[in-house]
Structures are given as structure tokens and as C-alpha cells.
């Protein structure tokens, strides 16, 4: 299924996923079963497993005995790089398969999300260089008596629980870097989109990753999702969601064993935009920036900062650019924004664009809820006169919902920027360097666009300041972040004794 089908639509019966454990599948049988509604044309699509606890301790205890035994860790990297460079290949064989599947759950267009499994097969070819390029330090600095090493040890089972708005690109920002480190998986991802998923366990085993190394549990959050945070033998949790649930993944670490914990958050990320900006590339990467995955993004940039003088300019360009945003099945070709993946983010859409009614600022355009013929999207709302202590000013509302704000000093910009619980990304548009690295080294994110935006690959890391999360994925820091320090004082010739 790799050809690049022009014309594609909705599968006549959902497909049966099962989870996977020990290197097997495993179907559902007597289990509950989740059967996902296309959120683009309302069909049954894929029947997923409710994994019991039960499985859930199966799938920790095949991890735990694939990283005990060593299978993998004790691989050298050349071999751990040949199953990952395997798997890139597999990814890009099937790209249509998990394209396709992606779109059906998920509702973003489909082009989209075949970029999105391109850049997946990159991220696991680049990891695999990694995982030969891992290595520690040495001291030769200690004197004739004293050697020191520092190694890294793969730090052992981790968890990988993932949202719903980028199933596999989530999760091939992590899986082959934990893999290139030497750890084992657990990987719950969101009840809504496990399907891509499931098709990575898969195509890890065809490319030779040993049983028990990558298991993937499907279920609800509050079930397994909970009991994973709070298995006493997993090592290590990565976390991408919601904020309200990484504050739940902090406490359970805390209450159990202490798991080290990788968190990414939400985010209210800025895109500062100065007069002296090339305007139009301005426009077009800010209505860019919202508009992508229907602003189902954590880095949305979804408050515009704009000097006052051309702010009325850039708001009129931007209005220009959402109209003609095309919004459709996500499955043409031709659509840029799908549908909203979930009623319950689309009425949390919808009643933010009333609350930014209500508390007084202008909707100058969008923010129309839009048929599908069986699912729904919801047109790029652009709304002026907003103050920062607006709700649609300071929570994240992961919808297509833009706010400006202008200012008329750079300190200004910064201030507004960084006036925000959360860090994650930024943007700048101005063609004066002084002042793009001033607000680059000013503004608090732990992702910067300098006359860009959304842009990223394997080599740069990931992560957010503040309560954006904690540690950073991708690029040698995501292989780093999934290892321990160890260090080794090694004494040479005769000890000088400590009683004679
Ligand atoms: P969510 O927090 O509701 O769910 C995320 C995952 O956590 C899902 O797999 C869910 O089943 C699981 N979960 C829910 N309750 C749990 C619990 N008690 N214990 C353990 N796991 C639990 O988030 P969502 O609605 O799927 O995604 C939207 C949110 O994710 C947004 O706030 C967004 O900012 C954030 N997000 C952040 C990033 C990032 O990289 N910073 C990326 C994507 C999404």
C-alpha cells in the first residue's frame, strides 16, 4: 500500500488492532474494545483493545526482563544502529499505511501526514548514528595514582505515554533515541490514535528489535495510563499532554519510585513580529503557525505580538491568508486544515471563541464551526483588541485561535512574551539582527524561530522551559536524557594504606 493514491477514502470496515506484548500481538479476545469514529467523516475506523492491568504488568515485566538479560543493552551500537536504520527503511515502505491510518484517526490532512512519516523514518536514521556516537568522558587529570571515567548506562524500562494531536511523530521523537541509549519501551499512546503505534511495534520487530524490547499498551488514561506512571518497575516516564496530567505523572513518580521523569507540556508560544519584518513571509508563517494540525499543537503560535505600526497591515494579510485556507475531507490531497480530532477539544474551541467574545475582544474573522460531511473543523479565528489578561490571552486553547497583541517597544514585546505560566516556543520576524538575538536570548522557550516557525528535524533538541516541562527530546540530549551517569575512579600501582 505505498503507491501515492490520489483519491482516498474512508476504509468499509474499521480495522482490528492488537496490542502488543513480549514481541507477539495480542487481540483483543474477551477484552473491551474502543472503536474510533473518523473525527473527518464520522465511520468506525479502528477497534482498539482496553488492556486490563493485568496486561499492563505483562507488558512492564517483558520489558524489565529485555533490559535485565541485557538483549538489547549489551548489544554493541553498530548492531543496535542496523535495527534502527532498518526500521527507518520499514517506515518509509509503509509510509502510506501509516499515513493513511494517522488521518483516519487523527483528522489532520493527509499530506501532512505523510510529511510527518518521512520525517519519522529520518528521525530513526539519525538515531542510529547516535546510538554508535554514545559515549562518556575520561580524566587524565588526576594524577599518576588516579584514572576517572564517566560512562553512560541506559537508565532501564521507560514509559512513554503520548497525546492524540501527533500519534507517530510523538513518538518517533522518542522511540529511537530511548532505543539508541540501549532502554527498553512501554509505550501507552492516547485511546483515540493508537493505531500508528501499533504499526511501529510491528515494523521494530521485522526489523529485528529483540522480543520484550518495544511493547505498546492501549487503553484509557485513567487505567493504564495511571497505572504506568505508578508501575514500581519502570524507571523512567516520558510524558507529552496536558499539563493537569503531568502534574498527576509528578506526583505518582513521587508517591512510588521516583521515576525520572521527561515531561512535555502545553504551551502559549509567542510570535513577535517587528515593523521592519519581511511582512509578508510575517503573514504567512503566523497564519502558518495556527493553522497547522488545526492548532492541535504545542508549539501553536497563537499569540501575535506585533508593532503597533503594522499591525493593522499584518492583521489584514493574515484575514486574507485564512480565507483562502482550504479546509476540507482530510483525506484530499488538496486540504490544508482537517478536522478537530475529538468533540471534547472541539467544544473547548468553540466556547473559548465565545469567552474572547464575551470579554470584550473583536473577532475579525473565522471560528466558524464547519461540516465535513460526517466530521467537523473549525475555520482560523483571528481576534484583535485583546488584553493580556484575557482568558484567549493566557490558556492554551490547542484550536485555531490567534490573538493580537501590539506594542510599541522591544522591552514590550519581551514583556508580553514572556508574560505566560509556560516556555516552550517563540518566534521572531525582523530582518535587524541585533534585535532578533535580543529577543532570542530574552524570551523564555525552550524552541526559537528566528523568520520562521515550526520548523525542526532530528539533530536539534526539544523541550520547554518553565511549566512547559522538564528535559529535552531528540538529538544527542534525547539519546542523553535516557541514560545515567556513572562515575569510576580507577587507582593505579600500589594504594598508600589508610593504617600501616
Ligand atoms: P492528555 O494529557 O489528556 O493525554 C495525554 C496522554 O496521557 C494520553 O495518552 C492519555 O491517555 C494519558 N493520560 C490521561 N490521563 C492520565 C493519567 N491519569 N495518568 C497517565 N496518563 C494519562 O492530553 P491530550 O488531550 O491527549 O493532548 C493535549 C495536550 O497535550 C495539550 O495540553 C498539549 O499542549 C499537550 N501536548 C504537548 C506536547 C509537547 O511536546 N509539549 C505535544 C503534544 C501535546
Known amino acids: 500500500m505505498n503507491q501515492h493514491i490520489e483519491a482516498l477514502s474512508p476504509p468499509a470496515k474499521p480495522r482490528k488492532f492488537g496490542f502488543f506484548v513480549d514481541g507477539q500481538s495480542v487481540e483483543a479476545g474477551s477484552r473491551e474494545v474502543f472503536e474510533r469514529n473518523s473525527p473527518g467523516h464520522g465511520v468506525p475506523v479502528t477497534r482498539i483493545p482496553k488492556c486490563t492491568p493485568e496486561d499492563l504488568d505483562d507488558a512492564v515485566a517483558a520489558a524489565?526482563?529485555?533490559?535485565?538479560?541485557?538483549?538489547?543493552?549489551?548489544?554493541?551500537?553498530?548492531?543496535?544502529?542496523?535495527v534502527l536504520l532498518r526500521a527507518g527503511a520499514l517506515i518509509r515502505?509503509?509510509?502510506?499505511?501509516?499515513?493513511?491510518?494517522?488521518?483516519?484517526?487523527?483528522?489532520?490532512?493527509?499530506s501532512q501526514a505523510r510529511a510527518e512519516v518521512g520525517g519519522c523514518a529520518d528521525m530513526f536514521e539519525y538515531a542510529s548514528g547516535l546510538a554508535r556516537s554514545?559515549?562518556?568522558?575520561?580524566?587524565?587529570?588526576?594524577?599518576?595514582?588516579?584514572?576517572?571515567?564517566?560512562?553512560?548506562?541506559?537508565?532501564?524500562?521507560?514509559?512513554?505515554?503520548?497525546?492524540?494531536?501527533?500519534?507517530?511523530?510523538?513518538?518517533?521523537?522518542?522511540v529511537p533515541y530511548v532505543l539508541a541509549s540501549g532502554c527498553t519501551i512501554v509505550a501507552k499512546p492516547s485511546e483515540v490514535t493508537s493505531a500508528?503505534?501499533?504499526?511501529?511495534?510491528?515494523?521494530?520487530?521485522?526489523?529485528?528489535?529483540?522480543?520484550?524490547?518495544?511493547?505498546?499498551?492501549?487503553?484509557?488514561?485513567?487505567?493504564?495510563?495511571?497505572?504506568?506512571?505508578?508501575?514500581?518497575l519502570v524507571d523512567m516516564l516520558s510524558f507529552t499532554g496536558s499539563t493537569s496530567v503531568g502534574r498527576k505523572v509528578v506526583e505518582?513518580?513521587?508517591?512510588?519510585?521516583?521515576?525520572?521523569?521527561?515531561?512535555?507540556?502545553?504551551?502559549?508560544?509567542?510570535?513577535?513580529?517587528?515593523?521592519?519584518?519581511?511582512?509578508?513571509?510575517?503573514?504567512?508563517?503566523?497564519?502558518f503557525g495556527i493553522g497547522f494540525n488545526t492548532g492541535q499543537c504545542c508549539v501553536s503560535g497563537s499569540r501575535l505580538i506585533v508593532e503597533r505600526s503594522v499591525a493593522d497591515?499584518?492583521?489584514?494579510?493574515?484575514?486574507?491568508?485564512?480565507?483562502?485556507?482550504v479546509i476540507g475531507d482530510p483525506l484530499n490531497n488538496a486540504t490544508q486544515i482537517g478536522a478537530i480530532t475529538t468533540d471534547a477539544q472541539n467544544s473547548t474551541i468553540l466556547s473559548y471563541i465565545e469567552k474572547g467574545r464575551a470579554e470584550g475582544a473583536r473577532l475579525i474573522c473565522g471560528g466558524e464551526q464547519i461540516g465535513l460531511g460526517g466530521g467537523r473543523s473549525i475555520s482560523p479565528a483571528l481576534f484583535g483588541d485583546v488584553t493580556r489578561d484575557m482568558a484567549i490571552a493566557r490558556e492554551e486553547i490547542f484550536g485555531p485561535v490567534l490573538t493580537i497583541m501590539p506594542f510599541d517597544a522591544v522591552e514590550e514585546a519581551i514583556a508580553i512574551a514572556n508574560d505566560t505560566?509556560?516556555?516552550?516556543?517563540?518566534?521572531?520576524?525582523?530582518?535587524?539582527?541585533?534585535?532578533?538575538?535580543?529577543?532570542?536570548?530574552?524570551?523564555?522557550?525552550?524552541?526559537?524561530?528566528?523568520?520562521?516557525?515550526?520548523?525542526?528535524?532530528?539533530?536539534?533538541?526539544?523541550?520547554?522551559?518553565?511549566?512547559?516541562?522538564?528535559?529535552?527530546?531528540?538529538?544527542?540530549?534525547?539519546?542523553?536524557?535516557?541514560?545515567?551517569?556513572?562515575?569510576?575512579?580507577?587507582?593505579?600501582?600500589?594504594?598508600?594504606?589508610w593504617i600501616a
Open 196 to 232: 500508528t503505534t501499533l504499526i511501529l511495534a510491528e515494523i521494530l520487530s521485522q526489523a529485528g528489535l529483540p522480543d520484550g524490547v518495544m511493547n505498546v499498551v492501549t487503553g484509557s488514561g485513567s487505567t493504564i495510563g495511571q497505572g504506568l506512571i505508578e508501575h514500581p
Open 64 to 82: 524489565r526482563r529485555a533490559f535485565d538479560d541485557r538483549r538489547w543493552s549489551g548489544l554493541n551500537g553498530q548492531a543496535r544502529a542496523a
Open 93 to 110: 515502505e509503509r509510509s502510506e499505511e501509516i499515513a493513511y491510518w494517522e488521518t483516519l484517526e487523527n483528522g489532520k490532512p493527509i
Open 134 to 174: 554514545l559515549h562518556g568522558d575520561s580524566f587524565n587529570n588526576l594524577g599518576d595514582g588516579m584514572f576517572g571515567l564517566v560512562t553512560r548506562e541506559p537508565i532501564g524500562v521507560v514509559g512513554i505515554i503520548t497525546p492524540w494531536n501527533f500519534p507517530f511523530l510523538i513518538l518517533c521523537e522518542r
Open 421 to 497: 505560566e509556560y516556555g516552550l516556543a517563540a518566534s521572531v520576524w525582523t530582518k535587524n539582527i541585533d534585535k532578533a538575538l535580543l529577543v532570542t536570548r530574552r524570551v523564555q522557550a525552550g524552541r526559537f524561530w528566528v523568520n520562521t516557525t515550526l520548523a525542526g528535524g532530528p539533530e536539534l533538541p526539544l523541550g520547554g522551559f518553565k511549566q512547559s516541562g522538564w528535559g529535552r527530546e531528540a538529538g544527542m540530549y534525547g539519546v542523553e536524557e535516557y541514560t545515567q551517569v556513572k562515575s569510576v575512579h580507577i587507582e593505579i600501582g600500589k594504594r598508600s594504606p
Open 252 to 287: 505518582a513518580a513521587g508517591r512510588t519510585n521516583f521515576k525520572k521523569l521527561g515531561l512535555e507540556l502545553g504551551g502559549k508560544n509567542p510570535q513577535i513580529v517587528f515593523a521592519d519584518a519581511d511582512l509578508e513571509d510575517a503573514a504567512d508563517g503566523v497564519a
Open 313 to 325: 497591515d499584518l492583521a489584514r494579510m493574515i484575514e486574507e491568508k485564512f480565507t483562502k485556507v
